[in-house]
């Protein structure tokens, strides 16, 4: 297959004005590719920059140079120092991103906060909250929730509602930042399932997965992560 | 993709000496929401007023695509055709809700001017339309025959919102939206404008120096220190990887809850 993602020399370095212009690199020549129905997990230390590297190919953090490459539309495009709107356009169509937290936002209810992503892309309301009610129940969220706002859910309830919203759109490319981080043993269990069938469906995946019994079940391919100068 | 909305080139103002807002330059493309953020005093509102047309650059230019009248140069028009482009195709929201209402006359009636300036004539139709963006939002339709003098802060800032989207504009400028409102009334307003961003593909530039309201309403941030645009980008971007030191130095200041 072909990749739909493909990262080359890719710089990132954070520079803090408050201590003095102190810089941090933590990215150096980072260079992979996924194709379709892959799942690279990211492996290295805590603070050996994963995370970076999964927000820069989200395009939430900014890369000094190097380039990020997906497939959007039936063609490349380049994400490094891309526009604004070609980055959200991407995100609207091409590329989902779990992150560890769900970014709660008043007075939506869960199931509005999951169909979200569905009805931007300009699917009917209705067919898109069915759909959102489906997979919050996949994922053993009770239906008494479903309208209310996942301010007052605990940390596994909010992480499942952060889950659905990134699975109902089908993205081709998604991003998992620790997706199960905070779930038991029978709901974690279910979000492997739900990942597994996404890379089996053709979804191109990059995560970032802690525990290794999560990894071994997802992922087809590691991409090891260490900190310029750290020794392997 | 088509072609911006709104385009600034270079805008510039001063006060007497000092230079309020120093060579903006940008591009709002349709349905785009575009925060501009930065303490009080950096130029922000002033900027807004430029682009809106309430304020003239002393540099720069800012051309508008019309739906009526194709590329316009906002201050190269008259003062009756800016006038005209302000009510048929824009929207001006204020902090100050006072300023943007007639406050002598009835909440029907504020938003039933704005119809009638875009020619509607028919009484039951401007009643009717008039109910429905009360209902949508959220004022008791037996509020409708009441003066806002009646309403309180919050009502008064929905029903200016109200007022400024009846006439389906193309493009909304808002100075502080939700300044000076209770966070509960704030919560309730920023879902409100949420959904009818999203659901009429407004494009909009908004001030704010609320950080958390640029976060949930925005895609795009620039950020202003003493009269210029020190960064700008996606508002994720800039909010999780602040590359100026003054908007570092923003972000590290907000308050966690």
Request: charged share 20%; net charge neutral.
């Amino acid at each position: 297959m072909l990749p739909v993602l493909r990262v080359s020399a890719l710089n990132k370095a954070f520079v803090m004005h408050a201590q003095g212009d102190l810089a941090l690199p933590v990215l150096q020549d980072v260079a992979l590719s996924v194709a379709p129905g892959e799942c690279l997990a990211l492996v290295g230390p805590s603070g050996a920059g994963k995370s970076t590297l999964l927000r820069s190919l989200y395009g939430n953090y900014r890369p000094q140079s190097g380039s990020i490459q997906i497939r959007h539309r039936d063609q490349w495009v380049e994400l490094v120092g891309a526009e604004p709107r070609v980055v959200l356009d991407v995100r609207r169509h091409t590329m989902g991103f779990v992150s560890q937290f769900l970014r709660v936002i008043p007075r939506i209810g869960a199931v509005d906060v999951v169909a979200e992503p569905m009805v931007r892309r300009g699917a009917p309301a209705e067919e898109a909250r069915r759909r959102a009610e489906f997979l919050l129940g996949l994922l053993g969220i009770p239906a008494r929730l479903w309208a209310l706002p996942p301010a007052t859910f605990s940390g596994g309830e909010q992480q499942r509602v952060n889950i659905a919203r990134s699975l109902i759109a089908d993205y081709p490319v998604l991003l998992l930042d620790e997706p199960t981080a905070s779930l038991d043993t029978a709901n974690r269990d279910g979000v492997i399932d739900l990942i597994r069938q996404r890379r089996e469906a053709g979804t191109a995946i990059v995560g970032i997965f802690h525990d290794t019994t999560v990894r071994d079940a997802v992922a087809t391919r590691l991409h090891n992560v260490a900190l310029p100068g750290a020794q392997p | 993709m088509s072609a911006p909305l709104l385009s600034a080139r270079g805008v510039t103002k001063r006060f007497g000496e000092r230079i309020a807002c120093r060579d903006v330059s940008f591009e709002l493309w349709p349905g785009e929401v575009l925060g501009i953020v930065g303490e009080s005093g950096s130029g922000k509102t002033t900027l807004l007023n430029c682009l809106a047309g309430r304020l003239t650059p002393d540099g720069g230019t800012v051309t508008y695509e019309s739906a009526a009248a194709g590329t316009v140069d906002v201050h190269g028009l008259s003062e009756a055709r800016r006038r005209l482009l302000a009510r048929t195709e824009w929207g001006f929201v204020n902090q100050d809700a006072r300023e943007g209402l007639r406050m002598g006359v009835s909440a029907g009636a504020n938003i039933g001017e704005r119809l009638m300036a875009i020619g509607a004539r028919h009484y039951g139709t401007i009643r009717q339309t008039s109910c429905d963006w009360l209902a949508r939002v959220e004022i008791d339709l037996d509020r409708l025959d009441d003066r806002p003098t009646t309403y309180s802060g919050g009502m008064r800032q929905r029903l200016q919102i109200a007022r400024n989207l009846v006439s389906e504009p193309r493009l909304v400028f808002m100075d502080e939206p939700t300044g000076g409102l209770d966070v509960s009334v704030q919560a309730r307003l920023l879902d409100l404008l949420r959904g009818l961003v999203d659901r009429f593909h407004l494009s909009a530039v908004l001030v704010t120096h609320d950080l958390g309201v640029a976060r949930l309403l925005t895609h795009r941030l620039m950020v202003m220190q003493g009269g210029k645009v020190v960064e700008d980008g996606l508002t994720d971007q800039v909010l999780d990887d602040p590359q100026h030191a003054y908007t570092q130095m923003l972000v590290a200041s907000i308050l966690p809850v």
